[in-house]
């Protein structure tokens, strides 16, 4: 059973558009959500993460958005540049889960010119 | 050397074939994770280590055998390989109530 559902699967956006990749997740325990970069030959790499007490963290053009209710968290890249090209995994934990992410399937995006 | 290093990064082995991964974190952290990462799958956690200690076992054929002799390396012995055991593994260090996870590059491992 897979906790953490991701979308989409690949993405292709415009050099300057907006990127917006979905995550849902089932457990309501999970107080801890996190996005990772991955670009090809390198691990992933923490991009941003959020927690539960807000809706919306941003940092430079990275945002989450975060709906509590809905399980459901979202990365926006704003002005997306062709650097950004990368695969984008969501994740999630609980407190006290012994730091066990749960990741979703990633999303490969690609920025084109 | 900086960050979470592995080596080697790319191996090939027989299904009768033992070999070693080994990983090495220069961050100061007390945990240390394996990921086996597969396309199109999602990351999926192997064993953790806190403080020397293992934490987890996420149900893996014994086939895999970690050790960790201390809280810097961590390895991860292979031994009657399967070729659905091919994917890229991935080690991580954190500190061990962190939330941010260190991923090295990984290696590829193929099975034949």
Known sequence: QQQVKQSPQSLIVQKGGISIINCAYENTAFDYFPWYQQFPGKGPALLIAIRPDVSEKKEGRFTISFNKSAKQFSLHIMDSQPGDSATYFCAASRAGGGNKLTFGTGTQLKVEL | ?112
Do not use: I
């Not at chain 2, 900086?2 to 990064?9: A, L, N």
């Not at chain 2, 033992?18 to 961050?27: A, G, N, R």
């Not at chain 2, 390396?73 to 994917?87: G, I, V, Y």
């Open chain 2, 1 to 112: 050397e900086t960050g979470v290093t592995q080596t080697p990064r790319h191996l090939v082995m027989g299904m009768t074939n033992k070999k070693s991964l080994k990983c090495e974190q220069h961050l100061g952290h007390n945990a240390m994770y394996w990921y086996k990462q597969s396309a199109k799958k999602p990351l999926e956690l192997m064993f953790v280590y806190n403080f020397k200690e293992q934490t987890e076992n996420n149900s893996v054929p014994s086939r895999f055998s970690p050790e960790c002799p201390n809280s810097s390396h961590l390895f991860l012995h292979l031994h009657t390989l399967q070729p659905e055991d091919s994917a890229l593994y991935l080690c991580a260090s954190s500190q061990a109530n962190g939330d941010e996870q260190f991923f090295g590059p990984g290696t590829r491992l193929t099975v034949l």
